[in-house]
Structures are given as structure tokens and as C-alpha cells.
């Protein structure tokens, strides 16, 4: 079973960084992909960022690119979410996602928070202006 867990969450003010862990357990994560969601109250959930396991490979919200960064520590099991100058509008629930690899859809898919059937149960990030 896939365990996710989200730590580093916390209160910022606006224009500082966080950087976001994911430690993940439970499965061998070689043909993963992992995602990085946020959701703010009323709001839907909204994709920030993804990568592939395997090869590295990344997917970043055009309105977060430039801002946001997504990483793995192959050795620790980790995805990591940098965020760099910080907005109010930032202010959401960040939570990491995980879904085998499935070559019958195209990574498109990875944007969509329906793809994804694993997920931890979120970190609260709060940017003050």
C-alpha cells in the first residue's frame, strides 16, 4: 500500500520560499509518477506540479513556472516541492499524489488530479501579506 506523507508546510510571509517534502513508502515507486496538488477553501483542487520517477522528467503549472520546482532524493524516497517568491494567492492545502505509469494515457493525464489514486493527507501553507 502507498503511504505518502507531507511535512513543511507553515506560515510565510509573502515573497519568502517553503520547501515542501513528500516522503514516500510501501512500493517500489520506479514507474511512478508523483504529483503535487493545492486546494484552498471553496476552491477545486488545482495540479502544481508532477515528475516521472524513472527519468526525472517534470510537468510545472504554467502560472507556477519560474516560482515552483519539483525533485526527487532517489535516496530518501522524497519529492520535494521549492516554492520561491511566495504569494497570498498561494495560500492552500498542498498534498502529494502517486499513480503507476500507465503507457495506454499520455502524460497530459498527469495534470488531472483524477489520474492520480494515491494521496497523502496534505500540509496547510499559509503566505501573509
Known amino acids: 500500500q502507498v503511504q505518502l506523507e507531507e511535512s513543511g508546510g507553515g506560515v510565510v510571509q509573502a515573497g519568502g520560499s517553503l520547501r515542501l517534502s513528500c516522503a514516500a513508502s510501501?512500493?517500489?515507486?520506479?514507474?511512478?509518477?508523483m504529483g503535487w496538488f493545492r486546494q484552498a477553501p471553496g476552491k477545486e483542487r488545482e495540479f502544481v506540479a508532477a515528475i516521472r520517477w524513472s527519468n526525472g522528467r517534470t510537468y510545472t503549472a504554467n502560472s507556477m513556472k519560474g516560482r515552483f520546482s519539483i525533485s526527487i532524493d532517489y535516496a530518501k524516497n522524497t519529492v520535494y516541492l521549492q516554492m520561491n517568491s511566495l504569494k497570498p494567492e498561494d495560500t492552500a492545502v498542498y498534498l502529494c499524489?502517486?499513480?503507476?505509469?500507465?503507457?495506454?494515457?499520455?502524460?497530459?493525464?498527469?495534470?488531472?488530479?483524477?489520474?492520480?489514486?494515491?494521496w497523502g493527507r496534505g500540509t496547510q501553507v499559509t503566505v501573509s501579506s
Open positions: 510501501g512500493r517500489t515507486f520506479s514507474n511512478y509518477v
Open positions: 499524489a502517486a499513480e503507476p505509469v500507465d503507457t495506454v494515457f499520455s502524460d497530459n493525464y498527469y495534470y488531472q488530479s483524477n489520474y492520480y489514486g494515491s
